[in-house]
């Protein structure tokens, strides 16, 4: 029996009682969500609290791996890790969780985990809801965090997209103090170098993967510098209406974009560079022109410098008319859209689904195509229906394919949502789908006997028998197939290194005699030079005796020369010391002024900075948001103790940090109006 469970349905998992959710956006049916391995459903626990809620991800049959328990286990470990809240997992196994397999097959290695609360980065991007400055501040350093603490770990996500990008910050749901701004879900393909490689490997997803390695695969410690570079750009970009207006759709690149020098590139670049400062518009340069991962910028290098960005907009020089012209354009044709809501769609022409205007993968369309029948002859309507939806993405308009992926939206949709035929009571019964499919059933069921319903069943256990047997089959000739291959190559290999070692062996004789010949002229070579060294040997010894007595003579002068030389250049170079050490002394006095004038400047802004944080903190404790005041009140503390011996002394400023302080301790305290 597959599940497809319906909203409210009850589950026991593990001794502990759970209630399906419903979805928000389409009453009646269940809060589901799918993947690219599998579906998620929202399990609300009957006695706790909603911020308590699990996901259950009930994986597709190709990805249903025993290993998933060893792998669960071991991400364990990682639980506690900020943004990897979802390693807290609970595989569902045979031997504890028997009798609700045997009743949901499809529950099979299904994993239950925390529930991540609010919406993706996927949703802020396609929605093209602009960001203010301090949160696009606040999501790129969450994230650059996250990033970094799993790379001093030697982890990697291996498939960070916006999809798998959670923003909790956004929830509407209240969630205990200290949960993270972002947390990362799909974390199966998760790289850690104590884990064994996954069977399957993604090669990235579409707009965030770099195309120098997505055809590869990934699974390194490396995976995952790349995307997050496009994805932290992206989050300090979408505080710049131009940028949001420019996107392409699911993502602010087009993969055929990626690595290349686009436009949407340079526009990125310019905006980083104007909003941001250079440093971060550097490190996303290195990042995109990066040959291989392991050159693109840490994420550590990503936190340190978002670490010294402010949530004041810095003063951007004037741009051109073309881009004012641009600018003006977006701001009046975009605007923060609402969530996307997942109902019943009314209009024929498939609403809010645009399809691709690039190359199409055939093979990723046929894929997604054929998983979504099998899904849909399983019952599984609304997962047929989200994959469908995915692959319409990747045709081209007009194209056989997008007409034939519009027909199966458009028929599920139907089927999902029914319109309203008019028809009231016995009539409507009688004249509906369900009904005369029932009857027809129970007439069948009657008319039957039990040899028939035997028979069938037989047919059918033969069916899935000759299915199996032919994929098995099909497995060992690919696998023979293979290993056939495999044999030629290595008897290639070994004729290529026979006939290399011929090669070298006629050469290595070649060389032999080459040297032996060489020998013999050298010594002919010698013997000639000796005989006529002889002969002249009577004239040099002459010519040496006087020779030496002119050496000796011009030696004399050298040494003469070379001591007043010496002399000479020890008196230059005490000068040149004595005048580098004043030069030193002034450029030291210079730098110490210049370094103080830095300071008092810098620690002025701090002051500005310290009252900026307290005022907010009152601003939000007062509109009753204490989480947010408590962010606020973080930011003051870490500041102010970075110099408190000054800044003790500075107005109210003391009066201010024993306020943040208590708040800090006791959220209950109330910070005064200074």
Known sequence: MTYQPNPGDEIIINGTAYTVGQHPAAPGLAYAQAGRQGIVYQLLPKNGEIHEAKALKVFFPKFRIPAMVYQSEHMANYREVPGLKVCSRDVLTPERNGDLIAEYPDLLYAVLMPWIHGFTWFDVVSDQRTLGRGESLMLAKALAAIGSSMEQRGLAHCDLSAPNVMLPFFSEVKLPEGSAAVELVDVEQIYSPKMDRPDVLLAGSPGYAAHRTVHSGLWSAYAD??????????????????????????????????????????????????????????????????????????????????????????????????????????????????????????????????????????????????????????????????????????????????????????????????????????????????????????????????????????????????????????????????????????????????????????????????????????????????????????????????????AEVEEKKKREAAAAAAEAARQEAARKAQAQKEAARKAQAEKEAAKAQQLKKQRAQNVVQLIAFYDRAYNAQIAGNTDRAKNYARSFANLYNKDASYYNNVGHMSTRAKSINKFIDNSSYWLPNI
Not at 296 to 310: A, I, Q, R
Not at 417 to 440: D, E, N, Q, V
């Open 225 to 550: 510098r790349f995307a997050g570079a496009v994805i932290i750009a992206e989050m300090l970009g979408w505080s710049d209406q131009l940028i949001v207006s420019k996107a392409w759709g699911e993502s602010f690149f087009d993969q055929h974009e990626m690595q290349t020098p686009c436009e949407r590139y340079f526009l990125l670049k310019k905006s980083l560079s104007n909003r941001w400062g250079t440093g971060l518009s550097d490190l996303f340069s290195r990042a995109w022109d990066s040959q291989d991962l392991s050159s693109c910028p840490t994420f550590g290098e990503w936190l340190v410098v978002l670490s010294t960005m402010s949530e004041e907009e810095i003063k951007e020089e004037e741009t051109d008319n073309t881009d004012a012209a641009v600018l003006s354009a977006a701001g009046s044709e975009t605007k923060a859209a609402p969530l996307p809501s997942k109902g019943p769609e009314t209009d024929d022409g498939l609403l809010g689904i645009t399809p691709g205007n690039r190359e199409v993968n055939e093979n990723v369309v046929g894929r997604l195509f054929h998983q979504a029948r099998d899904l849909e002859s399983a019952g599984n309507l609304l997962g047929a229906l989200e994959i469908f939806r995915s692959a319409y993405h990747f045709v081209k308009k007009d194209s056989p394919l997008e007409v034939e992926l519009a027909a199966a939206i458009q028929e599920l949709e139907q089927k999902l949502y029914p319109p309203a035929t008019g028809k009231h009571g016995w009539r409507a019964l009688i004249s509906s789908k369900k009904f005369m499919i029932t009857s027809a059933a129970v007439i069948a069921i009657l008319a039957g006997s039990a040899i028939t319903v035997n028979q069938i069943l037989a047919d059918k256990a033969e069916s899935r028998e000759a299915a199996q047997l032919v994929a098995a089959k099909e497995a060992q000739e690919a696998e023979e197939a293979r290993l056939k291959k495999e044999a030629e190559e290595k008897a290639a290999e070994v004729a290529r290194q026979q006939e290399q070692a011929r090669l070298d062996k006629a050469k290595q004789e070649e060389d032999r005699k080459k040297a032996e010949a060489a020998a013999k002229a050298e010594e002919a070579k010698k013997a000639k030079l000796a005989a006529e060294k002889a002969q002249l040997q009577e004239k040099y010894e002459k010519q040496a005796k006087y020779e030496a007595y002119l």
